[in-house]
């Protein structure tokens, strides 16, 4: 088994892309079906309001002002393609998709939507609606200087527990060899597309079908302004965070 390589520092979340070669050689595949249920009831997570926009707008926002972005391709809800089409019409140049029931199959549906061309493929979730450009950028340019899987990560600062059989504390995981991942995780686009062929059971994240390839994943420091909106709470800390013009 292979495991991440993984640096410690913590980017700076600020916007770099004035700072970075605009090549236009990447596609980021947003998988956006997912029904979001432990955000509560109502529509699918990707179209609930941030500060009167869906998450969704707000996250193809800053794919594109991302200056590495040459396409992006969103896999949403198959019952509502021609209204996400419309709402991200005004926003960027987008190609939207049906997704599937589970997260992997809407990335394998984006996957195979993108055009000949870029060869550098970013997956990200469009609940990390806050994600700097300079995150996207960051992890592009690992990809492009030779890593095959690149993900961007944060140090895990709370302490682990193990739990067995009627909640008894079986044990104290060292933290310091553990790392929370975000998105976007970057790939090769060969790397990607063998890795989904290959897949058998679904999992959480694609990097972890590259592993199961035997291919080492990289990380990156990631930004605490990503964070993934899972919760109610994390949806209100999100309404803060853009209010302070993040």
């Known amino acids: ?64 002002a991302a200056a590495s972005v040459h396409t992006v391709v969103v896999a949403a809800p198959a019952a509502d393609l021609v209204a996400v089409r419309e709402l991200l019409a005004p926003v960027a140049p987008v190609t939207v998709v049906a997704g599937g029931v ?24 469009a609940a990390r609606a806050l994600t700097p450009p ?34 008894r504390v079986l044990g104290t995981v060292d933290r310091s060899a553990l790392r929370a991942v975000q998105t976007p995780q970057g790939f090769r686009r060969g790397v990607l597309t063998t890795a989904h062929a290959a897949a058998t059971d ?22 605490e302004h990503a964070l993934k909106i899972t919760r109610p709470f994390d949806l209100a800390l999100a309404e803060h965070l853009l209010a302070m013009g993040r």
Do not use: F, N, W
């Not at 991440?4 to 980017?11: A, K, M, V």
């Not at 996957?111 to 979730?125: C, M, N, R, T």
């Not at 996207?136 to 067995?164: F, M, Q």
């Open 102 to 125: 589970q997260r992997q199959a809407s990335v394998a549906a984006a996957l195979a939507a993108v055009p000949a061309g870029p060869e550098i493929v970013l997956v990200h979730d």
């Open 202 to 223: 679904p999992l959480t994240d694609d990097a972890g079908l590259v592993e199961k390839l035997g291919v080492p994943v990289v990380c990156v420091p990631g930004s």
């Open 1 to 64: 088994m292979s495991y991440p390589i993984c640096h410690e520092e913590i980017i700076e979340d600020r916007d770099v892309t004035a700072q970075l070669d605009p090549r236009g050689d990447v596609a980021v595949l947003v998988p956006a079906a997912g029904a979001g249920v432990r955000l509560g009831p109502g529509r699918p997570k990707a179209l609930r309001l941030l500060g009167g926009e869906p998450l969704l707008v707000h996250a193809v926002r800053r794919l594109a």
């Open 134 to 167: 300079g995150l996207v950028e960051s992890v592009a340019a690992a990809v492009r200087s030779g890593h095959d899987a690149v993900i961007p990560v944060l140090p895990v600062v709370d302490t682990i527990k193990e739990i067995g059989v009627g909640e």
